[in-house]
């Protein structure tokens, strides 16, 4: 079982940045690989962006491309999002999300364990 906990959402202006953290606890870190998705009011989760287990490949959703950026701290049991530029269609309640493979995916029927969320809302 993995616990995973989100943080860094709240309310920003578009044009700002942002981090989000997702701390998790219960097993090896680094034998998942991790994704962030979002999920706006009414619509379905969607893929944002990816990490292998090491950190070394990352994938990312053609529309955040460029202004996020994902990472992650094996030491400290962390992965991060940090998102520049943001704009009104950014707002969402963003999730992070872990799969047992060493090998990323955008896919999220393929990940293991999800958080809670946390909510970004960007004015514009």
């Known amino acids: 079982q993995v616990q995973l906990v989100e943080s860094g959402g709240g309310l920003v202006q578009a044009g700002d940045s942002l981090r989000l953290s997702c701390a998790a606890s219960?097993?090896?870190?680094?034998?998942?690989?991790m994704g962030w998705f979002l999920q706006a009011p009414g619509k379905e989760r969607e893929f944002v962006a990816t990490i292998s287990w090491s950190g070394s490949t990352t994938e990312y959703a053609d529309y955040v491309k460029g202004r996020f950026t994902i990472s992650r701290d094996n030491a400290k049991n962390k992965v991060f999002l940090k998102m520049s530029s943001l704009k009104s269609e950014d707002t969402a309640v963003y999730y992070c999300?872990?799969?047992?493979?060493?090998?990323?995916?955008?896919?999220?029927?393929?990940?293991?364990?999800w958080g809670q969320g946390t909510q970004v809302t960007v004015s514009s």
């Open positions: 999300a872990a799969r047992y493979s060493f090998i990323y995916s955008d896919d999220r029927s393929k990940y293991h364990y």
């Open positions: 219960g097993r090896t870190f680094s034998n998942y690989a």
